[in-house]
């Protein structure tokens, strides 16, 4: 009998055969060997659109004026689809609040309408947004479509939001809005602590119509 995947890095890395680095575990070394393998990748989770879209937004990629207040943050990722296909020239609409709280709804201050480079890429710079009454946590709004694909509305997370308490996987359920533990990204800080940044992979997959 041959072993799926799954059982077989199970099994070599309970006998040793094969060794996994501390910050590995089975689950995860058998998620990355799977999608090395066939590409293939779940869609991301849809999360509702909420009531302060606005049609559009410019296409820029600073969403952040140089003298805003407030955390700098990047975010960048890739635009697949679910057989790990890249989408050049996918349309993402985000929109967040600035970093107290406040979306702009006269004009179109953190909102952007970015189109994914040749490589399926893309990236803006903001800060990272505020809390504000209506919602639990912090958030950036994903409406992202592209040619042959389902349009799909979702939201990202921040695994560094003080309502997760350092523990987003037991705490994400704090805001009922949050479809998925997956919307939740981890935080990297870049820079010194004079010009801290913060950064954060989002990388979003369609689902072909
Ligand atoms: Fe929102």
């Known amino acids: 009998m041959q072993l799926n995947r799954r059982d077989l890095l199970a099994k070599c890395a309970a006998l040793g055969a094969i060794t996994l680095a501390p910050s590995l575990s089975v689950a995860a070394a058998t998620e990355g060997w799977l999608l090395s393998d066939n590409k293939a990748r779940p869609a991301t989770p849809a999360a509702e659109l909420g009531p302060f879209y606005k049609r559009g937004a410019p296409n820029t990629a600073m969403l952040r004026g140089p003298n ?6 990047t975010v960048a ?3 697949y ?13 985000i929109w967040q609040t ?3 709280g406040h979306y702009d709804l006269q004009g179109y201050r953190y909102r952007s309408v970015l189109v994914a480079d040749s490589a399926g890429k ?14 639990v946590c912090q958030h950036i709004h994903y409406a992202v479509t592209a040619t042959g694909h389902k349009p799909m509305v979702t939201q990202l997370y921040f695994a ?3 309502v997760f308490e350092g523990n987003p996987d037991k705490n994400y359920t704090k805001d009922p809005l949050i479809t998925s533990r997956e919307l939740v990204r981890p935080v990297m800080l870049k820079g010194d602590p004079q010009v801290m940044l913060a ?8 689902e072909q119509a």
């Open 199 to 206: 950064s954060v992979n989002f990388e979003i997959v369609l």
């Open 122 to 135: 893309y990236d803006f710079s903001s800060v990272m947004p505020g809390h504000y009454p209506a919602r």
């Open 68 to 73: 805003d207040p407030g955390m700098p943050l």
């Open 160 to 162: 560094s939001d003080p």
């Open 81 to 93: 689809n679910t057989r790990g296909e890249i989408l050049p020239g996918a349309k993402l609409e």
């Open 77 to 79: 990722g890739v635009v």
């Open 98 to 100: 600035d970093h107290t």
